[in-house]
């Protein structure tokens, strides 16, 4: 172990999470970023093995090192988890609840940033008819900023609410209205709370990002004609902020519903888009469905003095026993380089990029989805590559 480098820990997870883990390594590597791994636990394996898919030693692991790459991770309803927990562990009460979603709580990951850009020559690109008739390949450059702790996700949650929670809701004139005739047993509330705090921050995450890389506009993408309070309030702040400390940036404001639709009417209007959890979810997904889908999809975590890089998508358990794996490892990849730009390594991820950018606009190495044939294990008789395949032409193009 060299004491001067940097220590990342390692988190695989679950089913392809390893796979794709391994290929950015070996990327990192070859374009001669060296640093000191560390793995840790966490994932199905450990919830039904210690009843805890984030293990209190991973989370030690992270304390300690601040910085993490992360696989992927399988979720499942509540039911299905605790009937796979070992025997030892059933009815005991425990209640499977995502790792990943635990992380960004534990270690104040409220920012996430999750860029969509086009890559030259991807066939998964979006493409629509213009006026003339004529077929357009919009080149799409947004980059979206999603409040990562608060809000929907925020776990403050009831069925069947106790009865402080139950009175406190009654005081509320729209509750008598709407659900004042409800028996308490049949309602189930799920809370939406935004602090200032947390919504300065990821608002001005986004502004001087747009500001630092040349974005025209920053979009707030929330409901506040419905949500009055929440989305209400960050579009309330991101209009003083953009008046007292950015005023080069344009601010636009969409509603999630709208900006749905806009998605395939004119995605390479949008820069930097700014939301709320839930709805940064949604855009997030929308926009990644643009540019080749989650196998392009990559993403960072960023909390006080603490990252956490991982792609978007899932576990992809059908993908995960295959003797060859055929998943598309770019977004773990892609994940890999903005831990490298956070590492102020940004010259190695530009590189890295390049190469990504070489290998797709050659077309000449292709993962399956970017065949467009279904993933199924004869994928390469059709001259799809495996994920190694499309790695060692990464690395090829450094
Ligand atoms: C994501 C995922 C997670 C989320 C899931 C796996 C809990 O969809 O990172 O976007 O909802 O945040
Ligand atoms: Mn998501």
Redesign the pocket.
């Known amino acids: 172990m060299n004491k001067r480098e940097k220590t990342i820990v390692t988190l695989p997870g679950d089913g392809i999470g390893s796979i794709v883990l391994e290929e950015a390594l070996r990327v990192l590597d070859r374009a001669g970023f060296s640093a000191n791994y560390v793995e840790g636990d966490i994932g199905w394996e450990y919830w039904r093995r210690e009843g805890n898919p984030l293990p209190e030693r991973t989370i030690s692991l992270l304390e300690k090192h601040r910085i993490g790459l992360f696989g992927a ?1 399988t ?1 499942k309803p509540k039911e299905e988890a605790a009937a796979e927990l070992d025997p030892a562990l059933q009815e005991k009460g425990l209640v499977y609840s ?1 790792p ?2 635990g992380l ?1 709580q534990h270690f104040n990951l409220d920012i ?1 940033i ?1 860029p969509c850009r086009t890559y030259k020559g991807n066939p998964l690109n979006f493409i629509r008819r213009g006026r003339d008739g004529k077929i357009e390949e919009p080149e799409i450059d947004v980059v979206i900023f ?1 409040q ?1 702790t608060e809000g929907l ?1 925020g776990g403050v949650e009831w069925s069947n609410p106790p009865d402080l929670v139950y009175r406190a809701l009654a005081s509320h004139p729209k509750f008598v209205k709407n659900f004042g005739n409800t028996p308490r047993e049949e309602l189930s509330v799920s809370t939406r709370i935004f602090t200032r705090k947390a919504t300065e921050r990821i608002l001005r995450a986004a502004f001087d990002y747009a500001k630092k890389y040349g974005y025209r506009s920053v979009t707030v993408c929330e409901k506040p004609n419905v949500i009055r309070e929440t989305s209400g309030m960050m579009y309330a702040m991101a209009r003083q902020l953009q008046a007292s400390d950015y005023p080069g940036i344009e601010l636009w404001n969409t509603n999630i519903d709208a900006q749905m639709m806009w998605l395939t009417k004119n995605p390479e209007t949008y820069g930097v888009i700014v939301a709320g ?2 709805f940064g ?1 949604i855009v ?2 929308g926009f990644a469905g643009l540019i080749g889908g989650l196998g392009f999809a990559c ?1 960072a975590n960023l909390g006080e003095g603490i990252a956490l890089f ?1 792609p ?1 998508h ?1 576990s992809a358990p059908k993908y995960a026993g295959y003797p060859v794996s055929i998943v598309n490892p770019v977004a773990m990849i892609e994940s890999a380089c903005m831990m490298l730009d956070h590492l102020g390594e940004e010259q190695t991820a530009g590189r890295i990029r390049q190469a990504i950018a070489a290998v797709i606009q050659e077309g000449k190495v292709r993962t399956y989805d970017m065949m467009k044939l279904p993933g199924s294990s004869d994928v390469s008789k059709k001259g799809a590559a495996s994920t190694r395949q499309i790695t060692d032409a990464i690395i090829q193009h450094l």
Do not use: A, Q
Request: aromatic letters at 4%.
């Open positions: 991770i979720s995502s990943i979603v960004r996430c999750r999603r990562n996700y959890n839930m979810d997030s997904d993403s991982e978007t899932g």
